[in-house]
């Protein structure tokens, strides 16, 4: 009677493993989004917009657009976990995996791309840095202004520079003031003098990420930017990196099985997994512009990053199959 039971437990998982997937990622998707909405109006719409409701159902689409593969990703890791404490076949695992987290990463970005064109992306102002009659240091100088209008011109600003032997102290009657990318630009007038530099206000220190999930937020928006770049440009090249960025994830629960140890298996996959988006930022920005310069065919530098990452898979699928037992965490607990 036991084993009918367990038989009939190992039936149904392949069968509930494509709803759990997609319970998890609309659950995932929800939440990384709800907190992309978040981050993006303290870091840079705090200074000119409300938080309202108005706000977040405009931004939601964009959010889910830049959070969409990174859920994907969190839910075949949340599957696995499962998958290894009720194992079933590896190969139909990995199948069942990859056909349900392909459907939904490339249907899920044609059709929220649809939402997100609509949505208002994050935009950067003066106004995020400078208030008026306060101070904000600027490299090595530091800098007041009375007032500040919506295109940037700026009243009354007094400077300090510490970088000058003498006269530190300046005062200047008008000037403007310009951002991008989170470089803040002041021209003064009569005299003209300019000042540039990284310039990070007080009150979103909050919202503002670590060193640490600064490089993977910025890895993330490497990733998607160049999903999103071949989504538009070729569907083709767009089919063929999900498929890779997936099978390695997919091939990689391998590592949940890796030793007798599952906390320190489950370390190791979201070590893996943080690696994986680092190593496609490296494969995008370093090595493809070399990889250019030595292959003439255009559509096989696109593909090099994907290329590099199903080439990935495929290793850890032989190392599974050849050295990974299929229930290393029944047998321990077990034991």
């Known amino acids: 009677m036991k084993s009918f039971v367990l038989r009939s437990a190992t039936v149904k998982e392949p069968l509930k493993a494509p709803f759990i997937f997609l319970f998890i990622l609309l659950c995932a998707t929800l939440i990384l989004s709800a907190l992309n909405v978040l981050y993006t109006w303290g870091m840079y719409d705090s200074a000119t917009r409300a938080f309202s409701l108005a706000y977040v159902v405009q931004r939601f689409p964009r959010s889910m657009s830049e959070t969409f593969i990174p859920s994907v990703v969190l839910s075949i890791v949340l599957l696995g976990l499962r998958m290894a404490r009720r194992p079933f076949s590896r190969f139909l695992g990995l199948v069942i995996v990859l056909v349900v987290s392909y459907a939904a990463l490339v249907n899920g970005m044609i059709w929220i791309r649809a939402l997100s064109a609509k949505s208002q992306g994050a935009t950067e102002v003066p106004r995020q840095y400078i208030q008026p009659s306060t101070f904000i240091r600027i490299g090595d100088s530091v800098l007041s202004a009375r007032s500040l209008t919506d295109d940037g011109t ?19 009657p008008a000037g403007s003031a310009s951002s991008r990318a989170g470089v803040l630009t002041v021209t003064t007038r009569r005299p003209q003098v300019t000042l540039s530099g990284s310039a990070a206000p007080s009150w979103t220190g909050v919202f503002a990420a670590d060193r640490f999930t600064d490089l993977f937020l910025r890895d993330v928006r490497t990733l998607t930017a160049d999903f999103e770049k071949l989504r538009d440009g070729s569907l083709g090249e767009f089919f063929a990196a999900c498929l890779a960025l997936l099978f390695l994830c997919t091939a990689s629960l391998a590592l949940l099985r890796l030793t007798r140890w599952p906390l320190a298996n ?17 494969l995008a920005t370093t090595i493809a512009p070399q990889v250019a310069a030595a292959v003439t065919d255009p559509f096989l530098v696109r593909l090099f990053p994907s290329a590099a990452l199903a080439a990935l898979g495929v290793i850890l699928i032989l190392v599974d199959i050849l050295f990974i037992p299929a229930d290393r965490w029944t047998k321990t607990e077990a034991a």
């Open 266 to 282: 489950i370390m190791l996959l979201v070590i893996a997994v943080r690696g994986y988006f680092s190593l496609y930022h490296l």
């Open 154 to 172: 700026l009243q009354g600003i007094l400077l300090y520079d510490r970088a000058r032997a003498e006269n530190r102290l300046s005062v200047y």
